[in-house]
C-alpha cells in the first residue's frame, strides 16, 4: 500500500464545504482507544497515525456508482493525487464485530498476487475515518459485460464475440496456472474497457486449490453459471467449474441470450438435461455417487440439442462447446485446451481488441437503483 498521510484533498481549504460528488465533509479524527491484547487496560492511537501506512479515501472523489459486487458497492472515482479515473470498491462490513470478512481478505491477498492484462488490477486500499470504512481501489474499465449486452443495438459479431472470450480463456489459463478457482465467472465480472481490453473482476468467492482437493461448500457461481456437479452436491472443486461458466459465457455472446436461465437449482439441472441429454456412469463416472443424485429425478432425454440451439455455429464451434460442456469434471476442457483450439483459427478470425467497437458508458448514466435492479437477476446466487 501506498505510503502517505491522511487529510483533506489537495486545493481544499479547512472548513470549505464539499465540492460535488464528494463526500460530505466528516468530523475531525479523534485518538482512536483500543484494548491490550496482553494485561489489562487500553492504549491510545494518537490521530495522526489512526490511518497507519494507508491513504485516505478523501483523497479519492466519488463520481458515480457503478455496480455492485459480490461484496461491496462499486463506484466511479477520481484520484485527486494523479487525477485518474478509477474503480473504488466499498468493502462490505455488515454485522462484521471482528474485523475486516474473511472474503474481502481474500481477494486482497489474491489480487495482491496477480498481475495480467485480463485480470482486474488492485492498486490500492484505502480507509475512512472509521474502522468499518475500507475501500479496494482499483483500475477503471468502462463497461461490464452484462450492462453492455442489456443496452446494445445490435449483439456483437461472432469476431467480436471471439475476441471477447479468448481475453477471458487468458485469464482464465493464467489464474488457473497459478491455483486459484475464480468460481463466480459471469458476464457481470466481465469488464471490458474503451480499446477492448476484457478483464475477469470479483474475486470474493475466489479460492486456491491444491492436491488433493480439499472440499468446498458447493453454493457457490451464480445459478445460470453453475456446473452440473455443484448442482448434485459435489464438495470437491477444480478449474472445470470455471470452464462449465466460460462455456456459458461463450454461449450467451453467441446467442445474445442467457443459455441457461434456470429459477431454482432443480429447474437449472432440468435445462441442462434438456440441452445436453441424461447423465450416466457411462459418461460420467461417479454420478450416480453424488450427494444429491438421489434427490433429483431426472427427465429422460438421450440427446446432445446443442447444435439444435446453434444451427448456423461450425463443427469447430459445436466441438469446443461440448468440450466446455462436458459432464465429467475431469473430461472437460481446461482454458489451454480452448485457445488452441481451431475454433479460433477459422473464418471469421477473431478481431483484435483495440478494434472493437465502443460504446456509451451506460453504468454512468442509469440511476443506481435501475443499475441494481437489472442486475438482479444475473447476480442472483
Not at 490521530?47 to 462499486?74: M, P, Q, W
Not at 440441452?275 to 440427446?303: C, D, H, M, V
Request: charged share 25%; glycine share 6%.
Amino acid at each position: 500500500m501506498a505510503a502517505a498521510e491522511a487529510g483533506p484533498a489537495p486545493g481544499s481549504a479547512p472548513g470549505s464545504a464539499p465540492g460535488p460528488g464528494s463526500a460530505p465533509a466528516e468530523p475531525e479524527l479523534e485518538p482512536l482507544r483500543l484494548r491490550r491484547l496482553r494485561g489489562d487496560g487500553f492504549f491510545e492511537v494518537p490521530a495522526a497515525d489512526r490511518l497507519g501506512r494507508c491513504r485516505s479515501v478523501k483523497e479519492f472523489e466519488k463520481l458515480n456508482r457503478i455496480g455492485e459486487g459480490t461484496y461491496g458497492i462499486v463506484y466511479r472515482a477520481r484520484d485527486t493525487l494523479t487525477d485518474e479515473t478509477v474503480a473504488l470498491k466499498k468493502v462490505r462490513m455488515d454485522n462484521e464485530k471482528d474485523g475486516m470478512p474473511i472474503s474481502s481478505l481474500r481477494e486482497i491477498t489474491l489480487l495482491l498476487q496477480l498481475q495480467h492484462p485480463n485480470i482486474v488490477e488492485l492498486k490500492d486500499v484505502v480507509v475512512g475515518n472509521h474502522l468499518e470504512s475500507i475501500f479496494l481501489v482499483m483500475g477503471y474499465c468502462e463497461q461490464d459485460l452484462a450492462s453492455l449486452l442489456e443496452n446494445m443495438q445490435t449483439p456483437f459479431s461472432e469476431a467480436q464475440v471471439k475476441c471477447i472470450i479468448l481475453q477471458v480463456l487468458k485469464g482464465l489459463q493464467y489464474l488457473h496456472e497459478n491455483y486459484i478457482i475464480h468460481r463466480d465467472l459471469k458476464v457481470s465480472n466481465l469488464l471490458m474497457t474503451d480499446k477492448g481490453c476484457v478483464k475477469i473482476a470479483d474475486f470474493g468467492l475466489a479460492r486456491t486449490y491444491g492436491m488433493p482437493p480439499k472440499p468446498m461448500t458447493p453454493k457457490v457461481v451464480t445459478l445460470w453459471y453453475r456446473a452440473p456437479e455443484l448442482l448434485l452436491g459435489m464438495t470437491t472443486q477444480t478449474t472445470s467449474i470455471d470452464m462449465w461458466a466460460a462455456g456459458c459465457i461463450l454461449a450467451e455472446l453467441l446467442a445474445h441470450k442467457p443459455l441457461l436461465p434456470g429459477t431454482s437449482e432443480i429447474h437449472q439441472i432440468d435445462l441442462i438435461v434438456q440441452l445436453l441429454g441424461t447423465p450416466n456412469e457411462n459418461i460420467w463416472p461417479g454420478f450416480s455417487k453424488l450427494p444429491l443424485a438421489t434427490q433429483y429425478t431426472l427427465r429422460k432425454q438421450p440427446y446432445n440439442n446443442l447444435k439444435h440451439r446453434f444451427p448456423w455455429l461450425s463443427e469447430a464451434g459445436l466441438r469446443l462447446l461440448n468440450f466446455l460442456f462436458m459432464y465429467d469434471p475431469k473430461k472437460r476442457a481446461t482454458a489451454k485446451d480452448c485457445l488452441e483450439s481451431s475454433y479460433f483459427k477459422e473464418k471469421p478470425l477473431p478481431c483484435e481488441p483495440e478494434l472493437m467497437p465502443t460504446f456509451p458508458h451506460h453504468r454512468n448514466k442509469r440511476a443506481a437503483g435501475t443499475a441494481l435492479e437489472s442486475q438482479a437477476k444475473r447476480s442472483k446466487p
